[in-house]
C-alpha cells in the first residue's frame, strides 16, 4: 500500500507560480513511476506530467516549457513546480503512485489538491 498526500494547491493569478508537493509512504518510493494528473470537466483525469524511477520526464503538450516535475527519494516527495500559470490550468491535481506488480502495476491516488488561477 502507497499512502500520498499532496499540498501547495491554492489561488494565484495569471502569471503567477505555485509548487505541489507529494509526500508517499507505506512502499518503495524510488522503484515507482509517479505522475501529476488534472481533473478535467468531463470528470477524466488527464496527464500532467509524469516521471520514472530512472528520472525520465514528460509532459502535457499544454505546459511544456512552463512546468517542472522532479522527485526527491529521500524524503519520498514529488514535487511539480508550475510557472507562468494560466486560467486553463485550474483544476484539482491528484498525485499517481505507479507500483510494478507482476507484469502490469497497480495505481496509487492522492486526494487531490486544488489550484485555481484567476485574477
Known amino acids: 500500500q502507497v499512502q500520498l498526500v499532496e499540498s501547495g494547491g491554492g489561488l494565484v493569478q495569471p502569471g503567477g507560480s505555485l509548487r505541489l508537493s507529494c509526500a508517499a509512504s507505506?512502499?518503495?518510493?524510488?522503484?515507482?513511476?509517479m505522475g501529476w494528473y488534472r481533473q478535467t470537466p468531463e470528470n477524466l483525469r488527464e496527464l500532467v506530467a509524469s516521471i520514472t524511477s530512472g528520472g525520465s520526464t514528460n509532459y502535457a503538450d499544454s505546459v511544456k516549457g512552463r512546468f517542472t516535475i522532479s522527485r526527491d527519494n529521500a524524503p519520498n516527495t514529488v514535487y511539480l513546480q508550475m510557472n507562468s500559470l494560466k486560467p486553463e490550468d485550474t483544476g484539482v491535481y491528484y498525485c499517481?503512485?505507479?507500483?510494478?506488480?507482476?507484469?502490469?502495476?497497480?495505481?496509487?491516488w492522492g486526494q487531490g489538491t486544488q489550484v485555481t488561477v484567476s485574477s
Open positions: 499517481n503512485s505507479r507500483e510494478p506488480y507482476g507484469l502490469g502495476h497497480i495505481d496509487y
Open positions: 507505506g512502499s518503495p518510493f524510488s522503484i515507482n513511476d
